[in-house]
């Protein structure tokens, strides 16, 4: 299915950069697997959830969880996360119907929101409607970047879309939209009322769509570049980017504190920004053979392989050679296993068999989630075993 100009998923890009839906066009998709293993995510948990709403006959879900199982990404723990998702989902639902008998659930849910958007479209994952709540839910099987619900603006353009074609079966003053991203072990959850929400539509979402759908306005580079197709070549994050050239790393030491917290604030988007360009730069030399001044295309380094590791094995043995020799062994590591085994079996019978250390302190800005590290604390703890001697 084509995707709209303004998608919901690039809004809080081109509701920040208007002329950046237009320019994106020139680009291709190459989001590539990580793109293709969450749709097979999201097919896998709408059938489970199916399943457990009675929708599907146990042929047809058999049939269907065969073609996904098949797809060479899925695997034991990919299950096992579309398992708990749908779980959420059912105990989202059930609370809804505990105080509205009547509550419905829609899954993969097309929605028109040509109302702000210029023909703009999008599809929700769940939508569960009752009195008074709307609730919104997205999965994420991203596990590069978490992804919080609070003012996100793809879930509003969906609760705007929801509300369009549902609000006369229910009166609904509240939406409750909700993030789902398990890889990252995150559920963030959102509310704001309806009232504010279509205040936010009519004053900015509808202007700055309407640009945006025309190219108009400016450039503004921002955290919101990261999936910009065009980020690679846009004049404007590279200036953006290029602010950091003003410090004189060499001479880091004469920064004074805030410098370097802004330093730090942008070095992770800055190093992004250098890899986008230099993985278009490769892309453009490898699929249309573009020449860049001072550069040329060459082979990479490669190493040795087997062309047959049982014909090696084979040849090995039968020269004498003792399979003790030929081979090693070695213990899954702890993500490998759980992925082989499942996650549900692996925790029922490793839990007691694995531990978690302490992890590497890392500066992390403030918005960060995750509690503040103790260094005193830490510091008591590396040497509680110490024994102390005269």
Same mark, same amino acid.
């Given at each position: 299915m084509?995707?709209?100009?303004?998608s919901?998923?690039?809004?809080s890009?081109?509701?920040?950069?208007?002329?950046?839906?237009?320019?994106?066009?020139?680009?291709?998709?190459?989001?590539?697997?990580?793109?293709?293993?969450?749709?097979?995510?999201?097919?896998?948990?709408?059938?489970?959830?199916?399943?457990?709403?009675?929708?599907?006959?146990?042929?047809?879900?058999?049939?269907?969880?065969?073609?996904?199982?098949?797809?060479?990404?899925?695997?034991?723990?990919?299950?096992?996360?579309?398992?708990?998702?749908?779980?959420?989902?059912?105990?989202?639902?059930?609370?809804?119907?505990?105080?509205?008998?009547?509550?419905i659930?829609?899954?993969?849910?097309?929605?028109?929101?040509?109302?702000?958007?210029?023909?703009?479209?999008?599809?929700?994952?769940?939508?569960?409607?009752?009195n008074?709540?709307?609730?919104?839910?997205?999965?994420?099987?991203?596990?590069?970047?978490?992804?919080?619900?609070?003012?996100?603006?793809?879930?509003?353009?969906?609760?705007?879309?929801?509300?369009?074609?549902?609000?006369?079966?229910?009166?609904?003053?509240?939406?409750?939209?909700?993030i789902?991203?398990?890889?990252?072990?995150?559920?963030?959850t959102w509310?704001?009322?309806?009232?504010?929400?279509?205040?936010?539509?009519?004053?900015?979402?509808?202007?700055?769509?309407?640009?945006a759908?025309?190219g108009?306005?400016?450039?503004?580079?921002?955290?919101?570049?990261?999936?910009?197709?065009?980020?690679?070549?846009? +004049?404007?994050?590279?200036?953006?980017?290029?602010?950091? $050239? !003003?410090? =004189? @790393?060499?001479?880091? &030491?004469?920064?004074?504190?805030?410098?370097i917290?802004?330093?730090?604030?942008?070095?992770?988007?800055?190093?992004n920004?250098?890899?986008?360009?230099?993985?278009?730069?490769?892309?453009?030399?490898?699929?249309?053979?573009?020449?860049?001044?001072?550069?040329?295309?060459?082979?990479?380094?490669?190493n040795?392989?087997?062309?047959d590791?049982?014909?090696?094995?084979?040849?090995?043995?039968?020269?004498?050679f003792?399979?003790?020799?030929?081979?090693?062994?070695?213990?899954?590591?702890?993500?490998?296993?759980?992925?082989?085994?499942?996650?549900?079996?692996?925790?029922?019978?490793?839990?007691?068999?694995?531990?978690?250390?302490?992890?590497?302190?890392?500066?992390?800005?403030?918005?960060? +989630?995750?509690?503040?590290?103790?260094?005193?604390?830490? $510091? !008591?703890? =590396? @040497?509680k075993?110490? &024994?102390?001697?005269?």
């Amino acid at each position: 299915m084509p995707h709209a100009v303004l998608s919901p998923s690039g809004a809080s890009r081109w509701l920040s950069c208007t002329p950046s839906a237009r320019l994106e066009q020139q680009f291709p998709d190459r989001s590539g697997q990580a793109a293709a293993e969450g749709t097979l995510a999201h097919a896998l948990s709408e059938l489970i959830i199916k399943e457990k709403l009675g929708n599907v006959a146990k042929v047809a879900f058999k049939r269907a969880f065969d073609v996904i199982a098949k797809n060479d990404l899925y695997d034991n723990a990919m299950l096992d996360h579309a398992e708990e998702y749908a779980t959420f989902v059912m105990e989202r639902l059930a609370e809804a119907q505990a105080h509205t008998r009547d509550a419905i659930i829609f899954l993969e849910q097309k929605l028109n929101l040509t109302d702000y958007v210029p023909e703009g479209f999008g599809t929700g994952d769940v939508i569960i409607i009752a009195n008074s709540v709307l609730d919104i839910i997205d999965l994420k099987y991203g596990k590069g970047v978490p992804v919080f619900a609070d003012n996100n603006k793809q879930m509003m353009l969906y609760a705007l879309g929801a509300l369009r074609e549902y609000d006369f079966m229910y009166d609904i003053d509240t939406v409750r939209m909700t993030i789902y991203q398990p890889r990252l072990d995150t559920i963030s959850t959102w509310e704001i009322p309806v009232i504010e929400l279509r205040e936010w539509a009519e004053t900015e979402l509808k202007p700055r769509a309407e640009m945006a759908f025309k190219g108009e306005g400016e450039f503004v580079a921002g955290k919101h570049c990261q999936f910009c197709k065009a980020k690679a070549v846009c +004049k404007a994050n590279a200036d953006h980017q290029l602010v950091l $050239a !003003q410090f =004189d @790393f060499k001479q880091a &030491v004469l920064l004074n504190d805030q410098e370097i917290a802004d330093i730090l604030d942008r070095a992770k988007d800055f190093t992004n920004w250098l890899t986008a360009v230099t993985d278009y730069a490769l892309a453009e030399a490898i699929d249309n053979n573009k020449k860049w001044p001072g550069y040329k295309l060459v082979e990479g380094r490669s190493n040795r392989k087997y062309l047959d590791e049982t014909s090696v094995a084979n040849k090995l043995t039968s020269s004498g050679f003792d399979e003790e020799v030929i081979y090693s062994k070695k213990l899954l590591d702890i993500t490998a296993m759980e992925k082989e085994i499942g996650k549900a079996e692996f925790n029922k019978l490793l839990a007691d068999l694995t531990i978690k250390p302490p992890g590497k302190p890392t500066l992390v800005p403030n918005s960060d +989630k995750r509690p503040e590290f103790n260094t005193e604390e830490a $510091a !008591q703890a =590396d @040497f509680k075993d110490v &024994v102390v001697t005269e």
